[in-house]
């Protein structure tokens, strides 16, 4: 049986005129994505606020100063203590949408792959199947907002890379 497709689907906070808008469609991939999704967490040791937000900075500050202190990682093989996040509240989806663009590793997980992944808090990335891409685009298109441009013109693929099957 062949795997399903997937697209790759750019989302650094750059690509959009506003940070509030990858903000809210993440926001909306975790709400709808709750079926695929097995887990998130993010990496709390460095939380930096991105340049690009602009709305919510005094209150996201206020959730990295509340943050308990974890040690920094030593080495790039150290494990991370990763703090989890229970989608089921809308609050906590909330907090991790801005949370894992302000993290140096914020990832989104599905039964054995990467749905969503903020690296060094930069890059930022969907690896969507497109059965999640379709309801994920649905739901983009019923609260009223535009599919961005650059998703809309990805195409899909058969094989994930190999360093995102994890």
Known sequence: MPEEPFTILRAELSLFDRAE????????????????????????????????????????QGLIDAMPATEPKRHWWSTASGREYDLSDEQARWDFTRLAYCSILATVWGDGTTYFEVADQTSATYWLPDSLKAVYFDAITAKGWQIPAHWAAAIPQYKKPRWKRF
């Open 21 to 60: 808008e990858a903000f809210a469609l993440l926001e909306t991939f975790l709400e709808v994505g709750q079926p695929w999704i097995s887990r998130v967490d993010l990496d709390p040791a460095l939380l930096e606020l991105p340049d690009e937000m602009t709305d919510d900075r005094v209150v996201v």
